[in-house]
Every structure is written in structure tokens, then in C-alpha cells.
């Protein structure tokens, strides 16, 4: 026996496999198939089942059920019923509910990591050092922000029954993302695993049930997109989140619009992976490892797109290639692998059809002198590959292959790179490398990215949100602004519907008195305000502003789609707004409050013919504006993030940045304090609004041209287009350069746009038929209208010398 | 699937091309500022890199065992203390001799195998006692020189020591570097006076300790490790063992990336030596993976990887022989250095 020469001659690592006989003889517990969870209570498994497989050896694992209607039913009831026990908890005894999950998880942490690895192929290396580790964390970190929810977030309940998709490349991590903040809120949850990977959700409702978790609290309904699509629609349900494909994201915003749910999506994304010639080269290079070649690159957040500074960039690529080259694609059970198996025969199909497509796209493609071994073996194994030469203009740079594929292209200059990075639908992550911080943070803060990773990639905690911008969807998990979306402002609950608005007069002449007080002698004509100067209607039609009585007022313009898309324009031209500081935009906001307050007599006059009010009540109106103006300007330069450690020598920056352009459509009801109580938090937050103002009151809000001009409100800031409101809104919702869309209008309306906002995947913000008092200081401003006219970038920092 | 058959490895594919007639000596280049002045290290990149590296390898079983025979064959077995005596070195060389209980040997399959260490390191004064004592073993003495472990003689009795050890019989001179001329980025005085101390080695191969504890950034740690080597070393080491910190594994990462670009650009090879503080067969295994997959397979060999080390042997055989008999071992059972 002469093993040890040989291997003293080849230093091999040899095999090195985790032993799954546990994980094995609990399936064998099981007799290999499952059921779902609901009420507390595992059902038989009965009925329609999937088979579920290793996709490292294509043997079945298991037979789990596929949820129907009914199931899903049932699973909503369950929750529903467990809500109010749950909900009404103390949030020191809901901690201790989550604080015992994350204990119950850190126990059983190698039994559920192998668990994983077998149902889903992802090496173990990952699993057990990177997918349990988080997600006892997430349990941790939210077992705090039950504790602490109350007094974090005044004024605040639980969203409700929680309905909850999730994707098969981080099975059991994406459970924690999901179940852990809900749980926290005092939400319940019906959650949905994807049909590759239900066995670790399974899992963790023995783990629910071991560590005493009230049933109902947590249901598990499996199946494919059909349950899936049976849970979002369920009227049972007041939240939903998704984490997938943008395909399907889509799928699901028009499937819930108008139905009042909360709904937060995570998607696909392209994410740019930027080296500059200042980069610790080597560092980069593992960069790319931990980018594209983590969990077989099946990561929505993966570096998938190296831009290259063109000086550096052979040397880059030939670092690279030597390092593919020690790559290990393998077993996934094998503590040696680096690569595991992709999840499913058609996951690989699909991933060599893209990389066949972006070969005759004329970008060279390269692999591992051993990928033929690989492509050649059987299980779903594919090799990593690189792509250089790679154009902006093809599929290998646009689309999201999931898989482990880069796609690298060089750029001359730091202005470049951002452009490049930016020019894709998605906009989920980006990784930025460079030795010099100026050069790293100047990307970091133009790139448009939910994630920012300077030097470094792929990191996670749960202190920190994480989600999309663009198409990359919206919403965060992690984090306080992670908790937000799993909650809603406690007033609503008690919200009225708001009383049916009269319809639009037809935009024709009337044979009408003018109303009392109006001088017809010299017109005034009320116009559009469009990039800072007034504009007529594209239309060239005029509606009736008419008086309580129905007598004319004046004409107000009736604006359509082409006025909206000029507004667009503009809007987008005063990019400088969003440059400018807090502080320069307070000073204009304060300026505005200022000029308004001259004029409160004129304004109030004003309000007073066209609604109606008394003298008094339209006085309280200006002076209440004036009063929100200050209130704005006051927060210009406040609301401005966090600063967290999530890792030692690491600062993690969570910075509020404006959608940039957002479109408006304002309510009927108090006409000018509530066009203000909307587009000031947006532009104090550094965006540039489309404003509609109330179709039937517009005329306070189109006076305001004047004050805005005085106040060195720059031009396309805000732009203000009257017509119908719903007309002008769903062209709103359709436009893709609007970054976000808040609607006050109908039930109807909401429905309309909401599903017209699955273009560009806008978050939409809607009263969904439903009034406030703009008075009210809880109602009418606040930390929500922040809130809703931001989203948060995460850059995450090492420092270390 | 690459990581079931490793067949590339089997084949002596290697991730870096090598001259083919094996490791010359390294001759080095005029120094050449521009390989290495925009060189930046970022330490937690670095850190992150073998903190997973452990993580993402792992040798067990026979593979192991064979791993752990590679590591004696690579180990400089040292002694650096102000009590050394002919007698204790003598022990020493007795040990790097036969550093492996027969019945193990016998056990492992190597009887008629020659195992030994890959050196004995001594002070100078110790060199001739050494020699004698390994005469015919084919094991190499290696004496540390040039004012070690601080460097801080005048350059001529550092070059004088130099030749003393190398007329005694040393066939390796381990010098330290000046850490002042690192501190202080004086690259030029540097290169000069390691260039003169590979000339006093004459035939004998030089390593160069940069004292990366010293050093403290992982920058410096890069550039001096290639200043050394357009000097002409043929090892960079890492440590004399007296510093605060002595080898960690993101420094010998640096060192080794360092010794990669210098291959590149000069197409000459350099071999690398961690020392201090590497007292476990566990980390003994963390170097090799490191080498292997920083460098590939050619770099673990003796020629051209060494551990500077006294307790990793004890360690290793206590393993060794755990691996033989499933029992865990102790030391008692093994003969001393």
C-alpha cells in the first residue's frame, strides 16, 4: 500500500465529505414526504404532490404536496385567527419567541445546512459558514426589534396576515428575511417556498414547533406558481412579499393592485462589478469570486458585470483566469467545493443557452481548462465562465443569467464607469473597487444601487437593508427601514373612504355666471407650470373651475399625456436639485414659506371661492401650508440615515437618496395644504415632482407658480399639470422615468395605476380610496411622507490598514 | 466534475508556468520601482481571503497524513536561543535525521523513503557543530546572519557574518532586512544592501526576512518583499520569530501574490518561508492550502517552501500517529529534538 507516495506526488486534497446520514434518516422519518404547515399542524400529505430532487445526483429526496386553493384558504384562516393573540403580545414576549427560533436554528445549524445543500446543490461550505449563520442572526437582530418595536416605531400596528414568497437559491435565508421582521411586527405569516426547495421551510416548522411558537403564527402552503399566485391573491392577506424573478414580480404588482395590500418586491438585477486601475487587483479578483462564483452564481445581488479600467484590464482578466483555474466545481456535500450544483436541469439549460447566444454576440468567452469535465458530468454542474469584450449593447450585459457567468467590459474613465454601471433596468447592487476612497465614494453614491459594496461583495447582516432600485424592485429587508414594511401608521385602520368627488366638467365653454367676486375684465389665464415657465395644454382644451354653486370660476388647462411627458423632461433636467445639500434646499424651502405667507389673504380668497369654505377655515388652510412648508424646510437636511458596524472594521452607510423624479396626483380635499403636504417632503428630499393638483379645486395649487418663481424654486422642481386626474395619472404610471408615484385619488384609480406601475416596477404609493386629515400632524406629515419620498442605498465600507 | 478527479493535478498542471528545468536561482533585476509603487494592499480583502480559504479546503484521512509527511519535509527545523550548545544542536540535526518514529514510517508506507527535514537553522557560531552532525544526511544547514535578528550591525560585520557562515559549511543564509529602510520607503538603500548580502552568499541560497511584524502595514509588507527579490533572494521569509507578531497567513497571502507578480514580470522564481509561531499540524495544513491554491502544486516542495519552525514536528507526529493507530497521541511517546 503505497497511497501516501502517490498522493506525496499529485497533493491532492483527496475527498472530503459531510456525513447526511442524519439529514437522510430524517426524511426516512418522514417516509420521504411532506405535507404542509398550517394552524400548528402538519397536514397529510395528500393529493397532488412534486417530486423533489438533489440536483448534484437527480435522485428524488422527497414527495411534498402542491398547495391548492383550499390549502392556501385554510392557511390564511389559520393565520388570521392567530393574529390578534399575537399581534396583542407584549414585544418582550414576541422577542422571546424569536430569540428561542435563533437559538432553536444555531442548534440544529449542521442539520439544516445539509438539508439545504441536498435539496437546493449549494456546497456546504456556504451553507453551513454563510446561509445558517445569517439566518440565526436575522432571528437575533429581529427578536430585538420586537422588543423594541413600540417605542421605535410610534404610532405604528402590525401590516396583518402576511403572505410570503420566496425564491430556491437562498431557501431557509430568504425564510429568515422574510419570517423574522413579520413575526417581529406582530404580523402572521403564510409563507410559500419555491417548489425546487420546500425542505428547509419544512424544517423550520418543526423548529416553530419545537421552540413553542404559537400555532397559526407561522403556515406553510407548498407548491409552484399556481399557490403561489392563489396566496397573493387571497383577500385574507394585507401584506405581500415577494423575493424572485422581475418576470414574476410583475405578475404580482397587477395581480394586487387595488386590493390595499402592503407589497414589497425583490427581484433580479445585473449588478456592476466596477474595478478601478486603483484597485488592490488580487483583492478584486477574489471579489469576483465571492460575486459570480458565490452559490453557483444563482444570487440576484451578483456582481455579474465586470467593468474593467481599460489600463489594468488584461492583467485583470489574466489574474482571473488563474484563479478559475483553482476553482473546484464538485460534489456540494464536499467541504473542497467551491462550486456546487445548479438547482435544476432547466436552470442549466437555460444558463447554456445564454452563454451560447453571447458567444455569437462576438464577446470571447473563456473557461477552466477542466470545463469539459464538468459540462460532461452528469447532475446539473456548470463551469464558471468568463466573458471579456463584452458590449453594452447585448443580452450577456442586459440580461440576468443566474448563473456563473461574468460579463466584462473595460471603461476609460471614473464618469464612464458610472455610466456604464448604470445603464441597465435593474438596479440592485453594485461592487466598487479601489484603493482610493474619493475615487470608491464617488461611485458609490452615483451608481444606482440599493447595495454598495466598496471593496468587497456580496456581504449581508440583518442591520442592514437590502433591496432594489429600478426594476430591481422595492422595498427593504433588514434594517429599521426593513421593519417599516411590515408595519403601517396605527390611524389607518380607521381611515374613511373618501366621499365621491364631482366629475370633471366637459373642457368646453359654459353659459355660466361668473362667480361672485371674479373680474372678467382682464383674463387671467391659469396655464401649466412646466420647467419653470408657464406652458398652455398641449391639448389646447380648457376645463371649468366652477364654485360650490357651479358657477365658472375661470378655466383651468386640461393637460394630457404630452404635457406629462414635457413635465418629465424638465423634471429630469434639474438633476441639480438632488445634488444641491439639505441645507441649500431648506434655505429655498424657507424662502417659499416666506413668499407664501404674504400672500396668505390672496391664497385663502382663493380657496374660499372655489370650495366654499368660510374665510377662517381657508385662512387655517394657508397659514397651515405655510406652517407644513416650514415643516419641510426644517427637514431638508435631517433625514439622513444611518450609520451602522455590522463586521468589525466595517461601516455601513444607510443613505436616504431621493427616486429623483416622482409623480404626484393630489386629492380634492383641502387643495392646497394638501398639494403641499405632498410635494414638500418630496422635494426637500432632493427630488423633482410632476404634480396634479385636485381637478376640481386646481387653482390654489397653480397660484402657486408665482410664489415658487419668487422663492428660487429652480426651474422643472416642480412642475404642476392639471386635467383629470386619472387620465394623467395612469400616463404617469406608465412613464418608465418617473422613479416613483403617489396617487390620492379613487379606489379605482389606485387599481389602475398600481397595475399600470409594473412597467418599470415604480413603487407606488396610493390612499387607495381611503381620505386622511391633512391637518393632522400624525396624518398629514411626517416620518412616512420621508420615508415613502426616499429609498435607502446601503455602502458598506471596510476600512483596515 | 474538476474536484472528483483533480486530473489536471494529477497531471502537473500548474496554475503558473514554470522555467522547465525547475527552479534556478534568482538572479534578480535592477530594481524597478514601477512593479510595485502602486501596489496597494487592502487588508480586509486580505484577511477575508484566508479567512475562508481554511474554510473552503479541507484534507482528510490518508490525504491528510500525506500532507502532514510533506510538511516534514519542509520544515527548517530551528533552533534561535541564546542557551543553544553543540550539544543541543547536535540533538537538533539527530532529529531532522530521523524526524519520524519508525513504526509510523513503517505504518505510512515510506520505509526506504528518505524523510527528513528540509533543513536545521542555527546562529552562525553553530554552523560548523551542524554541519558535521548532518554529514551524509543530505540535509542542508541554514544559518541565520546579518546582525539577526534586528539588523541593526554595521553592513560590514553583517556581510563578514555572511561569509563566515558560508566558509563554515552553511548552505542557506537566512539575512534580515533593515526594517528602517522599509519604514522609511527608502527602496534604494534596501535593494543595494540585500544585493550585497546575496553576493557574500556566493553559492549559498539567501532567504530574506523582512520582519513583516515590523513592517506592520500589509502594503509595505508587498513592496518589500519585492525589492527583495529584484535584489536577488531566492526565499522571502516572513519573520525571525522575535518580532510582536511573526507569520500570520494574510502576510505570507501578501508575500506570496508578491512572489507571483515578481514571476510575471521577471519570469524568475522565488520560494517563500513562514516562520514563528506555526506550532500545529493544523496549521501546518492552512499554509500548504494557502500555497496550493495561491501558487499551485510545484510550490510544496522543499526547494521551494519551508516552514521556519521547533514545536510543529512534535505536533505533526502526534497527528501522524493518530492517523496510524485512531488513538490520540502524546507527546512522551515521540523522541525530542
Known amino acids: 500500500m503505497n497511497e501516501i507516495v502517490d498522493i506525496l506526488k499529485t497533493m491532492e486534497y483527496g475527498p472530503a465529505p459531510e456525513d447526511d446520514a442524519i439529514v437522510r434518516g430524517w426524511l426516512a422519518r418522514h417516509k420521504a414526504r411532506f405535507g404542509h404547515f398550517i394552524g400548528g399542524k402538519f397536514t397529510a400529505p395528500k393529493g397532488d404532490t412534486f417530486a423533489v430532487t438533489d440536483p448534484a445526483t437527480a435522485k428524488e429526496l422527497a414527495k411534498v404536496s402542491a398547495g391548492t386553493d383550499k390549502d392556501v384558504d385554510a392557511a390564511v384562516k389559520a393565520a388570521t385567527a392567530a393574529f390578534g393573540p399575537w399581534s396583542k403580545l407584549s414585544g418582550t414576549e414576541r422577542a422571546r419567541h424569536l430569540y428561542a427560533l435563533a437559538r432553536q436554528i444555531q442548534k440544529h445549524s449542521r442539520f439544516l445546512a445539509v438539508l439545504e445543500t441536498i435539496d437546493n446543490g449549494k456546497a456546504i461550505r456556504e451553507t453551513r459558514d454563510v446561509d445558517v449563520p445569517l439566518v440565526a442572526r436575522h432571528f437575533y437582530h429581529h427578536a430585538g426589534w420586537a422588543e423594541l418595536r413600540e417605542e421605535a416605531f410610534p404610532g405604528h400596528a402590525p401590516a396583518g396576515v402576511c403572505g410570503q414568497i420566496i425564491p430556491w437559491n437562498f431557501p431557509l435565508l430568504m425564510l429568515a428575511w422574510k419570517v423574522a421582521p413579520a413575526l417581529a411586527a406582530g404580523c402572521t405569516v403564510v409563507l410559500k417556498p419555491a417548489e425546487y426547495t420546500p425542505l428547509t421551510a419544512l424544517a423550520f416548522a418543526e423548529i416553530c414547533k419545537e421552540a413553542g411558537l404559537p400555532d397559526g403564527v407561522f403556515n406553510l402552503v407548498n407548491g409552484d406558481g399556481r399557490t403561489g399566485a392563489a396566496l397573493a391573491g387571497h383577500p385574507g392577506i394585507q401584506k405581500l412579499a415577494f423575493t424572485g424573478s422581475t418576470e414574476v414580480g410583475r405578475i404580482l404588482r397587477r395581480q394586487t393592485a387595488g386590493s390595499g395590500k402592503k407589497l414589497s418586491l425583490e427581484l433580479g438585477g445585473k449588478s456592476p462589478f466596477i474595478v478601478f486601475d486603483t484597485a488592490d487587483l488580487d483583492a478584486a479578483v477574489e471579489g469576483v469570486v465571492d460575486a459570480i462564483w458565490f452559490n453557483q452564481g444563482e444570487v440576484c445581488c451578483a456582481g455579474s458585470r465586470a467593468i474593467v479600467q481599460e489600463g489594468v484590464a488584461e492583467r485583470f482578466y489574466d489574474k482571473l483566469r488563474r484563479r478559475m483555474e483553482t476553482l473546484r466545481v464538485g460534489p456540494p456535500l464536499d467541504k473542497s467545493t467551491d462550486i456546487g450544483a445548479v438547482v435544476a436541469p432547466v436552470q442549466k439549460e437555460q444558463i447554456a443557452g445564454r452563454v451560447a447566444a453571447g458567444a455569437k454576440d462576438g464577446a470571447r468567452m473563456w473557461q477552466p481548462s477542466w470545463a469539459k469535465e464538468v459540462l460532461s458530468s452528469p447532475g446539473c454542474f456548470y463551469p464558471p465562465t468568463l466573458f471579456t469584450g463584452v458590449s453594452p449593447a447585448t443580452a450577456l450585459a442586459q440580461e440576468e443569467i443566474f448563473g456563473p457567468v461574468l460579463a466584462a467590459m473595460t471603461f476609460r474613465t471614473p464618469g464612464e464607469a458610472v455610466q456604464l454601471a448604470n445603464n441597465s433596468r435593474y438596479g440592485l447592487a453594485a461592487s466598487i473597487w479601489s484603493q482610493n476612497l474619493d475615487t470608491a465614494f464617488e461611485a458609490a453614491k452615483k451608481v444606482k444601487a440599493g447595495v454598495v459594496w466598496i471593496n468587497s461583495t456580496n456581504l449581508f447582516d440583518a442591520a442592514v437593508g437590502f433591496g432594489g432600485y429600478k426594476e430591481s424592485g422595492f422595498g427593504r429587508e433588514g434594517g429599521r427601514e426593513g421593519m417599516l414594511e411590515y408595519l403601517a401608521p396605527s390611524w389607518q385602520k380607521k381611515a374613511k373612504a373618501r366621499p365621491a368627488a364631482n366629475a370633471l366638467p366637459a373642457p368646453v365653454p359654459v353659459e355660466s355666471e361668473a362667480a361672485p367676486g371674479e373680474t372678467r375684465s382682464i383674463d387671467r389665464t391659469a396655464k401649466l407650470y412646466i420647467g419653470g415657465k408657464q406652458a398652455r395644454p398641449d391639448s389646447g382644451y380648457s376645463y371649468p373651475v366652477v364654485d360650490p354653486k357651479g358657477r365658472l370660476i375661470t378655466e383651468a388647462p386640461f393637460g394630457n399625456r404630452k404635457d406629462i411627458r414635457n413635465a418629465v423632461e424638465a423634471a429630469r433636467k434639474a438633476e441639480g436639485w438632488s445634488d444641491m445639500t439639505g441645507h441649500q434646499r431648506a434655505q429655498v424651502l424657507y424662502f417659499l414659506a416666506e413668499n407664501l405667507e404674504l400672500r396668505v389673504d390672496e391664497f385663502a380668497a382663493r380657496l374660499s371661492r372655489m370650495t366654499g369654505a368660510s374665510a377662517a377655515a381657508a385662512k387655517r388652510e394657508v397659514a397651515a401650508s405655510v406652517a407644513r412648508t416650514i415643516h419641510y424646510a426644517a427637514w431638508a437636511d435631517k433625514y439622513d440615515g444611518a450609520a451602522r458596524a455590522p463586521a468589525g472594521r466595517m461601516l455601513s452607510l444607510a443613505l436616504p437618496e431621493p427616486y429623483e423624479v416622482i409623480g404626484i396626483s393630489a386629492p380634492d380635499e383641502a387643495p392646497l395644504l394638501a398639494f403641499l403636504s405632498l410635494v414638500l417632503p418630496a422635494i426637500a428630499m432632493g427630488n423633482r415632482v410632476i404634480a396634479t393638483p385636485s381637478p376640481n379645486h386646481p387653482l390654489a395649487a397653480l397660484d402657486l407658480y408665482q410664489v415658487l418663481d419668487t422663492s428660487d424654486v429652480p426651474a422643472g422642481v416642480v412642475n404642476i399639470v392639471t386635467g383629470d386626474r386619472d387620465q394623467l395619472a395612469k400616463v404617469m404610471a406608465q412613464h418608465d422615468d418617473i422613479g416613483a408615484l403617489w396617487y390620492f385619488g379613487t379606489a379605482e384609480g389606485t387599481a389602475t395605476v398600481e397595475a399600470e406601475s409594473a412597467g418599470n416596477l415604480k413603487p407606488v404609493w396610493a390612499s387607495n380610496g381611503m381620505t386622511r386629515d391633512w391637518f393632522d400632524p400624525v396624518q398629514g406629515r411626517g416620518e412616512e411622507f420621508l420615508f415613502r419620498a426616499t429609498r435607502i442605498k446601503s455602502i458598506w465600507t471596510p476600512y483596515g490598514v | ?337
Open chain 2, 1 to 337: 466534475m474538476n474536484a472528483r478527479t483533480e486530473t489536471r493535478e494529477a497531471a502537473g498542471t500548474n496554475l503558473i508556468a514554470m522555467p522547465k528545468q525547475g527552479p534556478a536561482r534568482n538572479e534578480g533585476t535592477a530594481l524597478k520601482p514601477e512593479w510595485f509603487e502602486t501596489v496597494d494592499v487592502n487588508l480586509s480583502a486580505a484577511d477575508r481571503r484566508v479567512a475562508t480559504l481554511s474554510a473552503r479546503r479541507s484534507v482528510k484521512k490518508q490525504w491528510q497524513a500525506a500532507w502532514l509527511v510533506k510538511a516534514i519535509e519542509c520544515i527548517d527545523l530551528t533552533t534561535l536561543a541564546g542557551d543553544d550548545t553543540p550539544g543541543r544542536v547536535e540533538r537538533l540535526c539527530a532529529k531532522a535525521r530521523h524526524p519520524l518514529r519508525d513504526d509510523l514510517v513503517a505504518a505510512l508506507g515510506l520505509t526506504g523513503r528518505r524523510l527528513t527535514t528540509g533543513a536545521v537553522c542555527v546562529y552562525p557560531n553553530m554552523v560548523a557543530t551542524a554541519v558535521k552532525a548532518l554529514d551524509g544526511s543530505g540535509v542542508p544547514v541554514a544559518s541565520v546572519a546579518t546582525g539577526f535578528p534586528a539588523g541593526l550591525t554595521p553592513l560590514r560585520t553583517r556581510l563578514e557574518e555572511i561569509r563566515m557562515a558560508v566558509a563554515d559549511g552553511a548552505a542557506e543564509i537566512d539575512i534580515v532586512i533593515a526594517r528602517a529602510q522599509v519604514l522609511t520607503g527608502d527602496w534604494p538603500a534596501l535593494y543595494d544592501e540585500v544585493r550585497q548580502m546575496r553576493e557574500a552568499c556566493g553559492e549559498a541560497h539567501m532567504k530574506a526576512i523582512l520582519a513583516t511584524g515590523d513592517l506592520k502595514t500589509l502594503t509595505n509588507v508587498y513592496r518589500a518583499s519585492m525589492v527583495a527579490m529584484m535584489a536577488g533572494a531566492d526565499f522571502i521569509k516572513t519573520s525571525t520569530g522575535m518580532e510582536g507578531v511573526n507569520a500570520t497567513l494574510p502576510v505570507s497571502l501578501v508575500m506570496i501574490r508578491a512572489l507571483r507578480d515578481y514571476l510575471d514580470y521577471s519570469g524568475q522564481v522565488v520560494g517563500f518561508k513562514p516562520a514563528g509561531g506555526i506550532r500545529t499540524a493544523k496549521d501546518a495544513l492552512a499554509w500548504l492550502i494557502l500555497i496550493k491554491e495561491e501558487l499551485g502544486r510545484d510550490w510544496l516542495e522543499p526547494e521551494l517552501f519551508r516552514f521556519g519552525a521547533s514545536g510543529l514536528l512534535a505536533d505533526i507526529e502526534r497527528q501522524l500517529e493518530h492517523f496510524v493507530t485512531g488513538r490520540y497521541s502524546s507527546h512522551d511517546r515521540h523522541g525530542m529534538a
